[in-house]
């Protein structure tokens, strides 16, 4: 099983981007999926979430301008991210509870230019 992220890049302040995840493997089933990110320095820290049902939670940080969603039939979660900042820039770590455990992503590097 694996959980591989696209999308990151460079962009400037107030732009967008899109990630998308996508799992691949034997997988039976797919809970919660979500973001994290961790920037030069810190520690890892939630952006997004969503359950299998759809229902929703982000970090204060990002509400408003950070829309996560998923597609079941595809094993993918996304991150549709506008209004970038550059305190925004950090990897970002897809993570999805997969046949039960907690699987994470390969990071991908998102930086937002002033």
């Known amino acids: 099983v694996q959980l591989q992220a696209f999308g990151g890049g460079l962009v400037q302040a107030g732009g967008s981007l899109r990630l998308s995840c996508a799992g691949s493997?034997?997988?039976?089933?797919?809970?919660?999926m979500g973001w994290f990110r961790q920037a030069p320095g810190k520690q890892r820290e939630l952006v997004a979430a969503i359950t299998s049902s759809g229902n929703t939670n982000y970090a204060d940080s990002v509400k408003g301008r950070f829309t996560i969603s998923r597609d079941n039939a595809k094993n993918t979660v996304y991150l549709q991210m506008k209004s970038l900042k550059p305190e925004d820039t950090a990897v970002y770590y897809c993570w999805g509870v997969v046949n039960r455990r907690d699987s994470w992503g390969q990071g991908t590097q998102v930086t937002v230019s002033s």
């Open positions: 493997g034997s997988i039976f089933s797919i809970n919660g």
